[in-house]
């Protein structure tokens, strides 16, 4: 963990990123769906020349798909251990240099599996902290 996180919003939901697996913050390209797109994923969209999977917006919120939905207006680059991925949010908060915040194991209602298994408290707020190489393993195959 770095001492560098980045909050992001998507829908309702707020959320933290260590900036250690963002490569950077572009406005969300087009997407092109793919028909044998692994669940979790929406499609791929070009960045740098090179295709990247990204993220279904449904897979952040733990909600169904919603097609008809409008896409986020950012995608956070992001590398794991499987390569590389665009998350989508609609709202970067700010990046938040530690201290102020800290970052522990989550508990009770904060615990969200394996994507959600830390949370990142800022200012006596709690934001989930994602695990981008967790949540690539809870995705269905």
Not at 97 to 107: F, L, S
């Amino acid at each position: 963990m770095t001492s560098q996180v980045l909050l992001a919003r998507l829908g309702s939901r707020c959320f933290a990123v260590d900036i250690e697996v963002v490569d950077r913050i572009v406005l969300t390209p087009r997407v092109f769906p793919l028909v044998s797109v692994r669940p979790g994923f929406c499609g791929v969209f070009l960045h740098e020349q090179a295709p990247l999977p990204c993220l279904e917006p449904a897979t952040l919120l733990a909600e169904e798909p919603n097609v008809s939905g409008g896409a986020a207006l950012y995608t956070v680059v992001c590398h794991c251990q499987s390569g590389r991925l665009g998350v989508p949010v609609d709202q970067v908060l700010r990046i938040v240099v530690q201290p102020p915040g800290t970052v522990h194991e989550a508990i009770g209602d904060s615990a969200g599996g394996a994507a959600w298994p830390r949370t990142f408290v800022f200012q006596k707020t709690e934001y989930p902290l994602l695990d981008v190489d967790g949540l690539l393993v809870s995705l269905p195959r």
